[in-house]
């Protein structure tokens, strides 16, 4: 088993930089593929990034990629979210999840475990 806890989240002007970590604790932490989703009020949830066990491999939904890099450190057990050039409509709850190696990165029903949620907010 896995537990995931974000954090990092705040409130931000647009342009502006954050940086979620998630924190795991379980075994054999290197062994699943790690993923960012994101919520907002009335909305559905939607994939953000993803990486793979190894870090070999990394994806992005179109309307973060080149804003947004993720990473993982597996000896800290610690994957992380570097947000640049925030908008307005990065304003989301947050969340980090973990998937083993079936499924897809992209669809969240696909991940076995998922935290509480950072909330990130980006002002005009």
């Known amino acids: 088993q896995v537990q995931l806890v974000e954090s990092g989240g705040g409130l931000v002007q647009a342009g502006g930089s954050l940086r979620l970590s998630c924190a795991a604790s379980?075994?054999?932490?290197?062994?699943?593929?790690l993923g960012w989703f994101r919520q907002a009020p009335g909305k559905e949830r939607e994939f953000v990034s993803a990486?793979?066990?190894?870090?070999?491999?990394?994806h992005y939904a179109d309307s973060v990629k080149g804003r947004f890099t993720i990473s993982r450190d597996n000896a800290k057990n610690t994957v992380y979210l570097q947000m640049n050039s925030l908008k307005p409509e990065d304003t989301a709850v947050y969340y980090c999840?973990?998937?083993?190696?079936?499924?897809?990165?992209?669809?969240?029903?696909?991940?076995?475990?998922w935290g509480q949620g950072t909330q990130v907010t980006v002002s005009s």
């Open positions: 999840a973990a998937k083993d190696l079936l499924g897809s990165y992209y669809r969240g029903s696909d991940y076995g475990y």
């Open positions: 379980g075994r054999t932490f290197s062994s699943y593929g």
């Open positions: 990486i793979s066990w190894s870090g070999g491999s990394t």
